[in-house]
């Protein structure tokens, strides 16, 4: 029997983590974050980790838990997801993805099993140790196709995709290589998406403001000083890098900062829509009870079917 799996999808500001959150209080589910940024310890502003408050509301898994320098694949994270939610399941819990990586989210789902290259240690410092806007240029050129499919400010799936490029093989033609074998994953995939676009932006808009009284800058300028090249080209710290050093203004550096993060959305509003059997969500178009109770019922009749009204 497969484990039964729900995924809350969507772009960065659209919801997803008040929308996991409950749900997993309703049907005595835990969260399994599926972010590549917010693995990373060290700066959860930028990344948006889940907070002390929305960790003691619903459990949290696969946030925070590496340092911003440790090499991270997605191999290595569909096998950490897979031993989470085997964990998850085996408690009688219900498993909840929530994240905006759909290539973590759909690696795992899909079961994919990733061809084996092997990269050389000293190639990978050479290549962390250069800025990353001239690494994601080169990706640009050598693999257009992945490059449009990694943020060019996540420096380690920058690095890794050059790395299969210099060994020989580009990122694009090892996903051609790997396998899909048969999922032990039934996926319930909720995709949150905004009819009005300028809605999410306003959204995202808000949200950096937000970051920004939260302490942002003090985070992106402990990040700068202590952290290596990794944190620093984290989503919400590079943008901001040209006013730490002084050579442009904070209002110059957060206009960046916000349309960045647009930019980024779109990206993954596209790969969201290129994943078919999904059920999406407006949250522009109904209020948080409407969607919260439309997502309840579906995830129901998802788990138990007609038993739905028997379980405990």
Not at 28 to 48: K, L, N, W
Not at 156 to 183: F, H, W
């Amino acid at each position: 029997m497969k484990t039964k799996v729900l995924v809350v999808a969507g772009p960065t500001a659209s919801g997803k983590t008040g929308l996991g959150i409950a749900l997993a209080r309703r049907l005595d589910g835990e969260i399994v974050c599926a972010d590549s940024m917010q693995i990373y310890t060290g700066m959860p502003i930028a990344t948006a980790a889940p907070t002390a408050a929305e960790r003691q509301a619903a459990v949290h898994h696969l946030a925070e838990i590496l340092p911003p320098d440790t090499p991270f694949s997605v191999a290595q994270y569909c096998k950490l997801a897979a031993e989470t939610v085997a964990n998850i399941a085996a408690r009688g819990k219900v498993p909840i993805l929530v994240g905006g990586t759909g290539l973590f989210i759909d690696s795992f789902i899909d079961h994919i099993q990733f061809a084996h290259v092997q990269t050389n240690p000293d190639l990978r410092r050479e290549l962390l140790a250069k800025d990353g806007t001239e690494l994601y240029r080169t990706l640009q050129q050598v693999d257009p196709t992945a490059a449009a499919e990694i943020h060019p400010n996540n420096k380690n799936r920058v690095v890794r995709a050059l790395e299969l490029y210099y060994a020989g093989i580009t990122k694009t033609a090892q996903n051609a290589a790997s396998r899909r074998e048969d999922s032990p994953y039934e996926a319930l995939y909720f995709v949150l998406h905004y009819r009005d676009r300028q809605v999410l932006y306003d959204r995202i808009n808000a949200r950096v403001d937000a970051m920004l009284a939260a302490g942002l800058v003090e985070e992106a300028r402990q990040a700068y000083a202590a952290c290596g090249p990794t944190a620093r080209q984290a989503i919400g710290h590079k943008e901001l890098l040209p006013y730490l050093e002084g050579s442009e203004p904070l209002e110059t550096a957060v206009e960046r900062l916000k349309q960045e993060t647009r930019r980024y959305a779109k990206r993954q509003i596209t790969w969201f829509k290129r994943r078919q059997g999904t059920v999406v969500l407006e949250p522009d178009t109904m209020d948080t009870e409407r969607l919260i109770a439309a997502a309840t019922a579906q995830t129901e009749d998802f788990l138990y079917g007609k038993d739905k009204g028997k379980r405990a």
